[in-house]
């Protein structure tokens, strides 16, 4: 859960462009920031928090980041996850970020062109 106000400021930090990929079994992307702000209002009721401890940068716009997801699924039983994120900038926003299974996958991920909806400039 977060404040209206966070939202908003993350919102502020997000490529047009941006591409995330949640940590789902499905694997669903989100594409822009509409679809990002939509997924915020829609989970904004949900307890869902996470914790970065681990930051590998690969240069000034790629970085591996290895954290921890807690939440709450369908079921109501809290869960305490291990995540490593794929992360890249774009003009300094977030441009891309998808949840990898190693720091090897993320750093694959990181070296291939964007999929999807995001477009390259």
Same mark, same amino acid.
């Given at each position: 859960?977060?404040?209206?106000?966070?939202?908003?400021?993350? /919102?502020?930090? #997000?490529? %047009?462009?941006?591409? $995330?990929?949640? =940590? +789902?079994?499905?694997?669903?992307? /989100?594409? @822009?920031?509409?679809? #990002?702000?939509? &997924?915020?209002?829609?989970?904004?009721?949900?307890f869902h928090e996470t914790h970065q401890d681990v930051y590998r940068p690969l240069d000034d716009?790629?970085? #591996?980041?290895? @954290?921890?997801?807690?939440? $709450?699924?369908? !079921?109501? $039983?809290?869960?305490? !996850?291990?995540?490593?994120?794929?992360?890249? &900038?774009? !003009?300094?926003?977030?441009?891309?970020? +998808? %949840?990898? %299974?190693? #720091?090897?996958?993320?750093? +694959? $991920?990181?070296?291939? *062109? *964007?999929?999807?909806?995001? =477009?390259?400039?």
């Amino acid at each position: 859960m977060y404040a209206r106000g966070e939202a908003d400021r993350l /919102l502020e930090a #997000v490529h %047009p462009d941006v591409e $995330i990929v949640l =940590k +789902t079994t499905a694997g669903e992307t /989100l594409h @822009g920031r509409d679809e #990002v702000a939509a &997924f915020l209002e829609e989970t904004a009721a949900r307890f869902h928090e996470t914790h970065q401890d681990v930051y590998r940068p690969l240069d000034d716009e790629r970085i #591996v980041v290895e @954290g921890r997801m807690r939440w $709450i699924d369908e !079921d109501r $039983i809290l869960r305490d !996850d291990p995540v490593i994120w794929a992360i890249e &900038f774009r !003009d300094g926003l977030l441009y891309r970020s +998808t %949840p990898a %299974p190693s #720091v090897l996958a993320a750093e +694959t $991920i990181l070296s291939a *062109p *964007p999929t999807g909806g995001a =477009k390259s400039p």
